[in-house]
């Protein structure tokens, strides 16, 4: 039987997943992420919703309403946390959440459509432990599921045409997660962002957040690197700072200033501040890893007609 109804669409993977048949072996991984996968999808039933398949490391899911969606999904994450912290074998596994609304064809029990793309396709904008919907699913929460997301505007989406507005789960992270070096000391909040790889020199102001960079086309800042994911990192504004997320399968590293440590984020994310550079697949010290230099700008003190011109401001 066919029908064609709205729907809130929720896709979740399981990351972490290669290293326990790596470690584990094939048997025995194979079962620990099949229970794992069974556990988080607990929180499916017990919000109305519907799974529409399992997808190896990860589920393909439905909810009638996005608050119950919504619901499932920070229910999943809260769930594997707890799983984790009891079992050493998935202490380094993520969720990856995402969710979009709007109509669907169930065919079979299954479903197609562009909600179903959508969400499927903003898995690779989502960073571990992260929870990312559409613009449409938000409208449908309550005023108080609302204040816990954050706006990451518009983003290109493979295989649509027009961009996507996204939204993320505030984890609350604050800048207790931001640096492992020290204090961050800021005399104003900055209001831009410089990147410069090889030739391509830009300036972005907190209005351009996000920006996406990648080796995909439609990436906000694109490295046509064979290393470099198609969605490889994001930069956002969190209020009073620029945030760095990793959304890669090879990792991406930042080094502050000129000869500092270098934080290796893997799938984290970390505050940015002053000066460094951003490697991508590899830390700024492999000379074959695409390295990108960043600075932030207190434009309204520091802004010079060169980097007005160059960045389009």
């Not at 997301?149 to 609350?172: K, N, T």
């Amino acid at each position: 039987m066919t029908q064609i109804r709205e729907r809130s669409v929720l896709f979740a993977d399981l990351r972490g997943s290669t290293a326990l048949f790596e470690t584990l072996g094939n048997a025995e991984a194979s079962g620990l992420v099949t229970q794992t996968v069974a556990l988080i999808g607990q929180a499916v039933d017990e919000n109305r919703g519907d799974i529409i398949k399992t997808l190896g490391d990860g589920l393909m899911a439905a909810f009638d309403n996005p608050r119950d969606g919504i619901k499932a999904a920070m229910r999943m994450q809260e769930l594997l946390v707890k799983t984790s912290a009891r079992s050493e074998r998935l202490r380094h596994t993520h969720l990856q959440i995402a969710l979009a609304r709007g109509e669907v064809v169930e065919i079979h029990g299954d479903c197609f459509g562009d909600a179903v793309n959508v969400a499927a396709r903003l898995l690779d904008h989502a960073g571990d432990g992260e929870t990312v919907v559409t613009a449409e699913v938000v409208h449908g929460l309550t005023s108080a599921q609302k204040s816990r997301f954050r706006s990451l505007d518009h983003i290109s989406v493979r295989g649509r045409a027009e961009p996507v507005h996204i939204y993320v789960l505030d984890q609350g992270r604050g800048d207790a997660a931001a640096t492992q070096f020290g204090e961050i000391v800021r005399s104003a909040a900055p209001e831009g962002i410089r990147l410069v790889w090889q030739d391509l020199d830009r300036v972005f102001d907190i209005e351009q957040m996000p920006i996406v960079l990648g080796r995909s086309t439609q990436a906000t800042y694109c490295i046509t690197d064979v290393r470099v994911s198609r969605s490889h990192a994001r930069i956002d504004w969190q209020g009073s700072s620029f945030s760095l997320t990793d959304l890669s399968y090879n990792g991406t590293f930042v080094r502050f200033g000129a000869g500092g440590q270098t934080l290796s984020l893997r799938r984290g994310s970390c505050t940015l501040h002053g000066a460094g550079a951003i490697g991508l697949g590899g830390p700024p010290s492999e000379t074959q890893a695409p390295t990108v230099r960043f600075e932030v700008l207190h434009l309204a003190e520091a802004a010079s007609p060169m980097l007005m011109r160059r960045g389009g401001l």
